[in-house]
């Protein structure tokens, strides 16, 4: 399928160019989320010179008309070819479970295809991303999408260098993004490259949400994968009480008292359900808010170091090369907020 079709060309954006047309595509059984997460985003956006909305948005589809979400809500739609003689600034494919029936519909390619050669950049949320691959759009390019897809999408297009960690990935004029909320970080992003950080800072506010998750962090959250583990909640209070008091004595038995158990007890417990041991829980724990604070706050390392309970920057810098692979320091450079 890949064969047929052509290979993405970034449209240079003309000089005098002002209105950023962003075209979604949509198709039966899309999540709703990936489409009306984005939409808000753009829908919100200002451009601080112009002072009016950075962005017109259209939601389309191959033949338009009302379509069926995850939800019980189903969408209008214009249909895609209204747009294919006009100057579309951002393409973006929404995911959903009907991405595994699309991306086999020649008609739908077709269409992505013909509107992708007139846009500056393509965009993928979810599985979208299969979409834009069975299109031919992500060949010899980096991509991402949710990590329940990302195995079909590498098995079915081995063309595409897919990552399963990052939340959205950028490779040249080509955006895709993880799951679901992710489509938010990767629009936000966006927005800070088309209009500067600080209209994309008041869309974030407004929505009240992050403003953002840089691509490089992982669509893996820790504290889900506890959740996961703790499906009972045993641990749960546990896992708060340590997150809030991260410069006590927070050795086995100091825990183990907490739940009112024996440290052998409890250490056996813990490691079985949870996976690892009651020590490595703190240190990750630790470098969790560590990361927090590195990304949002103006605190020093050594200020961040003393409140997460690392007691000194070294012990600090140990634990992020040993756990993430990249000292404090290169960690806030590249995903700080503030």
Known sequence: MNDKMTSFSAKVAEPGDKIRQVVFVVYPDIVLLDLVGPLQVFSHALDPQMRTNGYACAVTSV?????????????????????????????????????????????????????????????????????????????????????????????????????????????????????????????????????????ALRVARSMVTHMARAGGQSQFSPVLRRQLLDSTGRFEHLHHWIAENLDQDLRVEELAAKMNMSARNFARL???????????????????????????????????????????EERMRRAFMRTLNVSPTDYRRGFRTG
């Open 63 to 199: 033949a338009g008309g009302m379509i069926d979400t995850n939800t019980v809500v189903s969408i209008p739609s214009e249909p895609a070819l209204h747009y294919l003689d006009k100057q579309i600034h951002t393409l973006i494919v929404v995911g959903g479970d009907g991405a595994n029936t699309v991306m086999r519909d020649p008609h739908v390619l077709e269409t992505v295809n013909a509107l992708a050669a007139g846009a500056q950049r393509v965009c993928s949320v979810c599985s979208g991303a299969l979409v834009l691959a069975a299109a031919g759009l992500l060949n010899g390019r980096r991509a991402v999408t949710h990590w329940d897809d990302c195995e079909t999408l590498a098995s079915c297009f081995p063309s595409v260098k897919v990552e399963v960690d990052p939340i959205y990935i950028q490779d040249g004029n080509v955006w895709t993004s993880a799951g679901i909320t992710a489509g938010i970080d990767m629009a936000l992003a966006v927005v800070a490259e088309d209009l500067g950080r600080r209209s």
């Open 270 to 312: 813990y490691t079985g359900q949870m996976c690892l041991t009651p020590a490595k829980a703190v240190e990750a724990i630790r470098i969790e808010v560590a990361q927090d604070l590195l990304e949002t706050s103006e605190k020093t390392i050594k200020q961040i170091s003393s409140h997460c309970g690392f007691n000194d």
